[in-house]
């Protein structure tokens, strides 16, 4: 019971950690753009991606993980990371010029993430048939180095694992919107 215990809080920790970047990948990429070089977000995926793998490590050891559901937004790890998933592939996508250790970075915490929604099998968490939808991504045109159309960002986030991480949002109690808009926006009139 203690191992588990101290998992849940491990889990609701690295969702703090990158709500903490921004609680909508337009805010998590708001907050780190550095002019369009992402270093300061490259700098703090390292310790990120070493807490995906040992929670999906432990998520295989302990399946009852999966059933934990946290009550806001800022703790709920599904949302965490379909936020930073998002952000991830739009600075990959919309701006050629990030450099190649910040490019690396980006691909390495796609894949760690990739390969904990794989850890999901184990929660009876299925991909959705269907790709979730996407929200106008005009704002994102406007940020630093970003040179990429709405259409070819909508593209390069038309992909399997999208079903993933919807189904994994949807079996956690949320929707996907929640991922798009930050609390503020949500709660404006």
């Known amino acids: 019971m203690l191992n588990i215990v101290s998992n849940v809080t491990q889990k609701r ?13 337009l805010e998590i990429l708001n907050t780190t753009h550095d002019n369009g070089k992402f270093a300061s977000l490259s ?11 040992t929670l999906g490590q432990q998520h ?12 806001s937004r800022q703790k709920s790890l599904p949302l965490a990371l ?20 910040t490019r690396t970075q980006f691909t390495i915490t796609l894949r760690v ?20 939808p996407f929200p106008a991504l005009e704002a994102y045109k406007a940020l630093p180095g970003f040179d990429a159309s709405q ?31 930050a609390v503020e926006e949500k709660s404006a009139p």
């Open 13 to 25: 920790h690295l969702a703090l950690s990158i709500s903490a970047l921004g609680e909508s990948p």
């Open 43 to 53: 700098q703090q995926l390292s310790p990120i991606q070493q807490t995906i793998s």
């Open 113 to 132: 993430i990739d390969q904990f929604l794989d850890t999901l099998n184990s929660a009876f968490i299925r991909a959705e048939t269907h790709l979730p």
């Open 151 to 181: 259409k070819q960002m909508q593209e390069g986030l038309s992909e399997q694992s999208q079903k993933v991480l919807l189904a994994y949002i949807q079996k956690d109690g949320w929707e996907w919107e929640d991922i798009w808009q």
């Open 60 to 71: 295989l050891a302990y399946p009852i993980l999966h059933y934990y559901h946290a009550g």
């Open 82 to 101: 379909a936020r930073l998933y998002q952000a991830l592939i739009l600075a990959t996508i919309a701006n050629p010029d990030l450099s190649v250790s």
